[in-house]
């Protein structure tokens, strides 16, 4: 049984900011009403966590708005068994709706404190085992444990990383922020002839960092 304390604040966040704004995936509801958010911010009041909006986690990083976790986990259309990379694990709550989702998860993270704090709230949380967490540039994925079926940057590149596309399975699906200042949330899937891209969504994030920011030519 989980610690239920605020259960109230997360059906709130749900119902309001994520099911009321259009997010359908029973899946995705459901995982982020099981998962404790404030678990990975406990540097803020916890009730405070479940706000419509991103935290401060420390090394001038945040953790995603709620809405846009919801968005990013139901565009990735997960179904277990699902294997799903992401790149930029922050405070670990995004892999840790992909775990509860059914999924197993390759995170990387390229702040290395980040990167120890994050597996610290996902072993506690009980999510230790279905979460693998790498310190390191995630620009060039995660080669020995690819294929993905989906695969989460939380950080936004200039241009679409060459080598993450070439991790996706079959009808996997790429979703990324792309752009700099002004961002829009892309879904790229590998069908039978390429990809195919739609557009989500404009937002915000972080931007990525390490190699993509030394490489001026495509990939
Ligand atoms: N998904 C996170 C939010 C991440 S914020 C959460 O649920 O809390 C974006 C993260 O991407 C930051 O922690 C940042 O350090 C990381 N990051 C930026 N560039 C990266 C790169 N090249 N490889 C891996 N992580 C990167």
Same mark, same amino acid.
């Given at each position: 049984?989980?610690?239920?304390?605020?259960?109230?604040? @997360?059906?709130?966040?749900?119902?309001?900011?994520?099911?009321?704004?259009?997010?359908?995936?029973?899946?995705?509801?459901?995982?982020? @009403?099981?998962?404790?958010?404030?678990?990975?911010?406990?540097?803020?009041?916890?009730?405070?966590?479940?706000?419509?909006?991103?935290?401060?986690?420390?090394?001038?990083?945040?953790?995603?708005?709620?809405?846009?976790?919801?968005?990013?986990?139901?565009?990735?259309?997960?179904?277990?068994?699902?294997?799903?990379?992401?790149?930029?694990?922050?405070?670990?709550?995004?892999?840790?709706?992909?775990?509860?989702?059914?999924?197993?998860?390759?995170?990387?993270?390229?702040?290395?404190?980040?990167?120890?704090?994050?597996?610290?709230?996902?072993?506690?949380?009980?999510?230790?085992?279905?979460?693998?967490?790498?310190?390191?540039?995630?620009?060039?994925?995660?080669?020995?444990?690819?294929?993905?079926?989906?695969?989460?940057?939380?950080?936004?590149?200039?241009?679409?990383?060459?080598?993450?596309?070439?991790?996706?399975?079959?009808?996997?699906?790429?979703?990324?922020?792309?752009?700099?200042?002004?961002?829009?949330?892309?879904?790229?899937?590998?069908?039978?002839?390429?990809?195919?891209?739609?557009?989500?969504?404009?937002?915000?994030?972080?931007?990525?960092?390490?190699?993509?920011?030394?490489?001026?030519?495509?990939?």
């Amino acid at each position: 049984m989980r610690d239920d304390e605020y259960a109230y604040e @997360r059906e709130r966040m749900v119902t309001l900011q994520i099911e009321a704004r259009g997010v359908a995936d029973e899946r995705v509801l459901r995982a982020m @009403r099981r998962v404790r958010r404030h678990r990975f911010t406990p540097d803020i009041d916890p009730a405070r966590a479940y706000d419509d909006h991103p935290h401060p986690i420390g090394e001038g990083q945040t953790i995603s708005q709620p809405y846009i976790v919801a968005l990013m986990s139901e565009a990735a259309h997960l179904r277990p068994p699902c294997r799903v990379l992401e790149v930029g694990t922050g405070s670990g709550y995004q892999a840790a709706v992909l775990a509860e989702m059914g999924c197993e998860v390759f995170s990387i993270e390229i702040v290395e404190p980040l990167a120890r704090s994050a597996r610290g709230f996902l072993e506690a949380e009980g999510y230790g085992d279905r979460v693998h967490v790498r310190a390191g540039d995630g620009y060039r994925g995660w080669p020995e444990q690819a294929p993905f079926d989906a695969i989460l940057v939380t950080a936004a590149v200039p241009r679409l990383p060459q080598p993450l596309l070439d991790q996706l399975a079959p009808g996997g699906r790429l979703v990324v922020p792309v752009g700099e200042y002004w961002q829009v949330l892309e879904v790229h899937e590998r069908t039978p002839d390429g990809f195919s891209r739609r557009a989500l969504s404009d937002v915000r994030f972080v931007p990525m960092t390490g190699e993509i920011r030394r490489r001026g030519e495509p990939d």
